[in-house]
């Protein structure tokens, strides 16, 4: 069975920073591209970032770029989003996702493109 489980949110202040962890197990996490979404109460789930599962190329949405770095850790079966800068608009639910789906070279950033989602933990940024 496969389980994505994230943690290190929590309520911050603007400017300040938190790094969120996910946790895979039951599936081979180095074969995986992985994602980080978010999603804001009344709004549609955003693409924030992702990473190849070579850690090759990551890609960051917009609104994070220059604040926000994903890394890997194949070995602990972790992915890290790093959350410097933090804003009150980056207060949401943080999800991350796994795409199993082969080897791609450029990761997704499409939720649909996930086949395997963690239970979310809240990011709430205080001004």
């Known amino acids: 069975q496969v389980q994505l489980v994230e943690s290190g949110g929590g309520l911050v202040q603007v400017g300040e920073s938190l790094r969120l962890s996910c946790a895979a197990s039951?599936?081979?996490?180095?074969?995986?591209?992985m994602g980080w979404f978010r999603q804001a109460p009344g709004k549609e789930r955003e693409f924030v970032g992702a990473i190849s599962w070579n850690s090759y190329i990551t890609l960051y949405a917009d609104s994070v770029k220059g604040r926000f770095t994903i890394s890997r850790d194949n070995a602990k079966s972790t992915v890290y989003l790093q959350m410097n800068s933090l804003k009150p608009e980056d207060t949401a639910a943080y999800y991350c996702?796994?795409?199993?789906?082969?080897?791609?070279?450029?990761?997704?950033?499409?939720?649909?493109?996930?086949?395997?989602w963690g239970q979310g933990t809240q990011v709430t940024v205080s001004s």
């Open positions: 039951g599936l081979t996490l180095s074969s995986c591209a």
């Open positions: 996702a796994a795409d199993s789906k082969g080897l791609r070279v450029v990761p997704m950033t499409a939720p649909d493109e996930y086949q395997y």
